[in-house]
């Protein structure tokens, strides 16, 4: 079965951190993009930042130097690492895979999605 599972969210303090993981099950992640987006309530979904076959990053501008992305291939797996996180943080992460060449922040090239996971920061 081909998925994606993403662990790691839960709550906490305005300027900690969390890491997420993005572990895939009958798809290599380094052949593909891995792009992780987040939906706060009433809000669209949004681009957070993703990882390319070649290992190259890229981020939005709301959580650049902040967040960083990497690869295990060895675990297949890929982490979102979130430092200094702020209460606008706040939403459902979710990873998405994508047979693409270059990241891309539209959210329908990619065809392969987890189920998500929450992330809230208190203030």
């Known amino acids: 079965q081909v998925q994606l599972v993403e662990s790691g969210g839960g709550l906490v303090q305005a300027g900690g951190s969390l890491r997420l993981s993005c572990s895939a099950s009958?798809?290599?992640?380094?052949?593909?993009?891995l792009a992780w987006f987040r939906q706060a309530p009433g809000k669209e979904r949004e681009f957070v930042g993703a990882?390319?076959?070649?290992?190259?990053?890229a981020f939005a501008d709301s959580v650049k130097g902040r967040f960083t992305i990497s690869r295990d291939n060895g675990k297949n797996t890929v982490y979102l690492q979130m430092n200094h996180l702020k209460p606008e943080d706040t939403a459902v992460y979710s990873c998405?895979?994508?047979?693409?060449?270059?990241?891309?922040?539209?959210?329908?090239?990619?065809?392969?999605w987890g189920q998500g996971t929450q992330v809230t920061v208190s203030s």
């Open positions: 998405a895979s994508g047979p693409i060449y270059f990241i891309v922040t539209n959210d329908d090239r990619y065809d392969l």
């Open positions: 009958g798809r290599a992640l380094a052949s593909y993009v």
């Open positions: 990882i390319s076959r070649s290992g190259a990053t």
